[in-house]
């Protein structure tokens, strides 16, 4: 980490990465169709980006075309300061009816987005999955199939600390699998075709989200994240567990308060560590961000969970609009 130190920035590169593929071939062995190594997490054959410098290190999943995990070094302890330890399985249960929705096992991979894990950078509304039968053959349940097949492209910008994503074309919601045995044939179509340095298969609706890019970009402990080309309306979830060692092994709360001016908001630890979001033009924090969490709604309950807060973030007028992510330091 000397040259990071020294204050220079990496992408997909660089002694972290390296000593991460060191590590991957000592436990793993080749993959064949890894072409990154130390990049391809959990042997996806999608590799992820990775920026960092000497205060913090994003990782972004082009699934989804989100941020799956952050972290700041702050007085040279490492934080983990989105995701949480908790699976992706989750359950919303009408008890009196003995009917529902679930998610758990095989419908899921490592970075879906799901009701309860919502991400940073997130397209809330491009992100969701579909709802089928049962693997399981449960009648009282519908099945949460999450959003396997959301690859977005990625769009050159020059510029070697930042990424550029498009959600484009893809096939129609129609096609998106809504019993085990349609999950598993699109799984073995993407598997064959990515390992042939193909596409995959990419389920968007561009009809109804548009065709929309977003450039993230790591400048010091501050993520800029600039959209353009949205639809008006277009959502965008910024989750945080804000020391996610603390929050689930000590049982560190956290609370989550935006401005009076609704230009910024920040979530807060029991130790005084922040994240912070600062917002550009063309966007502003959503009702849901915005209301009371006491008493608590449904919609105040989407964005404040057991460890996680969403400080979620609409362009009304959609085209285009920018906010930063401030890290801790």
Not at 17 to 33: F, K
Not at 39 to 59: G, K, M, Q, R
Not at 90 to 106: V, Y
Not at 132 to 144: H, R
């Amino acid at each position: 980490m000397g040259a990071a130190r020294a204050g220079r920035g990496f992408r997909d590169g660089g002694p972290v990465v390296d000593r991460v593929a060191e590590l991957e071939q000592a436990v793993g062995g080749d993959v064949p169709w890894r072409r990154l190594p130390g990049l391809h997490w959990d042997h996806d054959p999608l590799s992820s980006v990775v920026l960092y410098n000497a205060e913090a290190l994003v990782v972004l999943d082009r699934n989804g075309g989100r941020i799956t995990h952050l972290f700041s070094l702050v007085d040279g302890h490492p934080y983990a300061l989105s995701g949480t330890c908790k699976a992706y399985q989750f359950l919303d249960m009408d008890w009196p009816s003995d009917s529902g929705t679930q998610c758990d096992g095989i419908v899921l991979q490592n970075t879906v987005w799901t009701p309860n894990h919502a991400y940073v950078a997130c397209d809330v509304d491009p992100s969701r999955g579909t709802t089928g039968t049962s693997p399981a053959g449960n009648d009282a349940f519908d099945w949460y199939y999450p959003d396997n097949f959301n690859t977005y492209d990625e769009v050159g910008t020059g510029d070697p600390l930042a990424v550029t994503f498009e959600y484009g074309e893809g096939s129609p919601p129609a096609d998106a699998p809504d019993t085990l045995p349609d999950l598993h044939t699109r799984l073995a179509e993407d598997h064959r075709a990515k390992r042939a340095g193909e596409r995959g298969v990419v389920l968007h609706d561009v009809e109804a989200f548009g065709r929309f890019r977003k450039t993230v970009r790591l400048d010091g402990r501050a993520v800029h994240v600039t959209y353009t080309g949205t639809l008006p309306g277009h959502r965008v979830a910024n989750e945080f567990c804000v020391d996610l060692w603390a929050a689930a092994m000590q049982g560190r709360r956290q609370t989550a308060t935006v401005a009076a001016d609704g230009r910024s908001a920040e979530v807060v630890n029991e130790a005084g560590l922040a994240v912070r979001v600062e917002l550009g033009a063309g966007c502003e924090f959503s009702a849901a961000a915005r209301a009371p969490q006491d008493p608590p709604t449904v919609e105040t309950l989407r964005l404040h969970r057991v460890m996680t807060d969403d400080l979620e973030i609409v362009a009304p007028g959609g085209g285009d609009f920018d906010y930063r992510v401030v890290l801790p330091g």
